[in-house]
Structure formats: structure tokens, C-alpha cells
T-cell receptor, first 113, second 116 residues
């Protein structure tokens, strides 16, 4: 009963490098989300997905790319990492309606040097 | 646009006592959901309690209960018989229903400390 997992848990990278954060859920939830958590801003939505092959932008999508070829996976890619993308990243999933509760993964702490 | 405000950056409570965390929100929608999440030092976001806006009855989960005042757009969390394990950051969140996949909008958080 893994639920929702994220990998890696910690990542240090350099400016300009490409980084992919992985998210995997075992509940077959339709909806998946990526948030970032920064001091003073709480959690903000980066991208979300309503189903496989359906993704859309959230509040802060610039510099990020997502894909969802399978229902259970929702990777987040930073195409060219910048220092401003240093943050804690959370993946979440919920059932197939907008009324479902969102359940969060353990988070990935990303540091861009 | 919806906003969520937590006016108490920090709160402190004595073990076994009761504490109330405040949350207000702003929305023009009539259908929505409200949540309280707990984030301990492990960073995991843990669902504490949820409230459906169409329900008048306040939600309760063991020692956790809410005071939902829809007209006042207020959603406070009461923790009874506080325990050391309750120490954490608490986030109030509003779930958008008809936009952006039902994203959550979070408040800034309240850091709760529990004194033995």
C-alpha cells in the first residue's frame, strides 16, 4: 500500500541543468497535481492533470514541463534549472471529481546552485 | 480570485489544553471544500479534516473539530487535549471546484508548538 511516492527526496543540481522529479501513485486517481512550497508563499500549483495525456497549467508553470503517459505517473521536468526554482516540490492526487480530497506525496527538496 | 488567510503565524498551547487556529477565506463561489492539513518536520502533508461548504454541520475527527461560518467565510480548527505530536505547521486550504482541476489554495500556515 505505497499510496503516492516521489523521487528523489533530495536533489542538488546546477543552474542550467535539466532535472526530472518523479511522482507515482497506486490508487488509480484521475487527478494529479504538482505544487511548490516556498517560504512566504505557502504551496502554489505548478501543473495539474485530469487524466492520462491531459495536462494544464497552474499558477506558476514557467520553466516547468509535465507529461502523463500513464495514469499512475506524473513527472515534472525543469528544462533549464534556475536558482529561483530552489524549493520543496509536492505531488498530489485525488479521485476523479473536483470534490475529492487531495493526498500528498512526501515531497522533494530541490536545491539549484 | 479566491484567497485564504491565516492571521496567526505562530501559536503555542500547553499539553492537554485546547487551541484554536484561525482561517478566513474569500470567494464568490457557493460550492467549495475546505481543508486543514498538518505538516510536521518530516514535511509530509497530512490531511487533518475536511468540510463541505453545503453542509451546515461542523466536521469532527477525534480531537480535531472545525467551526465553519459560511456567511463570515471563517473556518477555524480546534484541537482538544493537545498532544506533543500535534506540534507542526498547519495549513488551511480551499479547494476550487470549477477551475484548474480543483486546485487547492493554501494559507500561509500557522506554526503550532506544544509545551509539555
Amino acid at each position: 500500500d505505497a499510496g503516492i511516492t516521489q523521487s528523489p527526496r533530495y536533489k542538488i543540481t546546477e543552474t542550467g541543468r535539466q532535472v526530472t522529479l518523479m511522482c507515482h501513485q497506486t490508487w488509480s486517481h484521475s487527478y494529479m497535481f504538482w505544487y511548490r512550497q516556498d517560504l512566504g508563499h505557502g504551496l502554489r500549483l505548478i501543473y495539474y492533470s485530469a487524466a492520462a495525456d491531459i495536462t494544464d497549467k497552474g499558477e506558476v508553470p514557467d520553466g516547468y514541463v509535465v507529461s502523463r503517459s500513464k495514469t499512475e505517473n506524473f513527472p515534472l521536468t525543469l528544462e533549464s534549472a534556475t536558482r529561483s526554482q530552489t524549493s520543496v516540490y509536492f505531488c498530489a492526487s485525488s479521485t476523479g471529481t473536483s470534490f475529492g480530497t487531495q493526498y500528498f506525496g512526501p515531497g522533494t527538496r530541490l536545491t539549484v546552485l | 480570485a479566491q484567497t485564504v488567510t491565516q492571521s496567526q503565524p505562530e501559536m503555542s498551547v500547553q499539553e492537554a489544553e485546547t487551541v484554536t487556529l484561525s482561517c478566513t477565506y474569500d470567494t464568490s463561489e457557493s460550492d467549495y471544500y475546505l481543508f486543514w492539513y498538518k505538516q510536521p518536520p518530516s514535511r509530509q502533508m497530512i490531511l487533518v479534516i475536511r468540510q463541505e461548504a453545503y453542509k451546515q454541520q461542523n466536521a469532527t475527527e477525534n480531537r480535531f473539530s472545525v467551526n465553519f461560518q459560511k456567511a463570515a467565510k471563517s473556518f477555524s480548527l480546534k484541537i482538544s487535549d493537545s498532544q506533543l505530536g500535534d506540534a507542526a505547521m498547519y495549513f488551511c486550504a480551499y479547494r476550487v471546484v470549477y477551475n484548474q482541476g480543483g486546485k487547492l489554495i493554501f494559507g500561509q500556515g500557522t506554526e503550532l508548538s506544544v509545551k509539555p
